[in-house]
DNA sequence: CGGACTGGGTTGCTTGACGCAACTCAGTGT
DNA sequence: ACACTGAGTTGCGTCAAGCAACCCAGTCCG
């Protein structure tokens, strides 16, 4: 775990990334975002260390980003769930997302797409609504695969029953 | 320096987290964009040390976020430049800033406030002005000391002449 | 003229976060 | 009886980050 803290910072942007700012806690956030909530398939889907996983998952619950939430008992499985502070990232992850759209595009057309669930719209980088013009909440948007999407069998399928 | 791939993501968040998500990156863009051009400004402001700080300089500069310009000869100084991609971070930056506000707020109240240059209304989390309701861009905005900002003399002066 | 200071780094050493593989443990399926 | 699944934990090695010291060219101070 990355030492929290970025000593002598009094600036709010410093202290979201004490919390997020640390490698793979974002992406995981995106993949709760796009329904991905349990330990293996945000392991596979991530290609992350499991013991970093574990590390970053925990740390997501104690800051309110993620919540565990048991969806069996015997033997117990947990389910991650975004939280309101969780979902009020997704803010930065649109920015982030276009940022990387502009300026490393694949060469066939962005992999995912954000659209408006409502009028099906695309979402523009502030997350506003192309089409109808709304400015757009986390829960307003959804991720659809994009034209750069490789057609691998498997991860076609892991991105179409998302 | 971290490795810079997230192996087997196809996801532009991810492409976008490779170049910027490494640690320090982010801030040194903020500085940056505050005005903070000369190495030993960011090194000093930002409480990073050197040898990172040089790193990330040279990666943020391969990577077309930052210019290194020369402001005199005999002998050479460099300052920052934030290239067009690297005013595009903009929007994220924003975003974040307002995230740690609303969620990691200082009992004072924010220490930097992002303000329309034009008119002098508030910036909102998706880089609107509150008050003209045009969408900004990082040319359009201004960060300014906020009510939460300690007053320590080195800092207030540090953050009033940017 | 000698010494300290400034700006922009580089070098060497140590710590600690990350990646990998193996293991655990309870229950399930064949 | 054996393998498999889900959700981790443990141990180990490597590589990046942090710290302090050093370098170098030029400038300022007494």
């Known amino acids: 775990m ?5 000593p002598g910072q009094i600036c709010s942007i410093a202290r979201s990334l004490e919390v997020v700012g640390e490698r793979w806690s974002l992406l995981i956030v995106r993949d709760v975002m796009n ?3 349990r330990f293996d398939e945000l392991q596979k889907g ?7 996983l574990a590390a970053r998952l925990q740390r997501l619950v104690e800051e ?8 069996q008992q015997n033997p117990e499985r947990y389910e991650y769930f975004l939280t309101e502070k969780g979902l009020d990232l997704w803010p930065a992850l649109i920015a982030l997302l276009a940022w990387g759209d502009r300026y490393s595009p694949n ?4 992999p995912m797409l954000i659209v408006h669930k409502e009028c099906g719209g695309p979402v523009s980088d502030r997350g506003i609504c192309e089409r109808c013009g709304k400015l757009l ?5 959804r991720a659809i695969p994009g034209p750069g999407l490789p057609a691998e069998p498997d991860l076609a399928v ?3 029953d998302r």
Do not use: K, T, W
């Not at 990355?2 to 970025?6: A, P, Q, V």
């Not at 991530?46 to 970093?52: F, M, T």
């Not at 909440?137 to 948007?141: I, L, N």
């Open 107 to 110: 060469p066939d057309g962005p």
């Open 158 to 160: 892991a991105a179409s």
């Open 2 to 6: 990355l030492r929290n803290d970025y």
């Open 35 to 37: 329904g991905n909530r």
């Open 137 to 141: 909440h986390a829960r307003d948007a």
């Open 64 to 71: 309110d980003i993620l919540e565990r939430r048991a969806y």
């Open 46 to 52: 991530l290609g992350i260390a499991r013991n970093v």
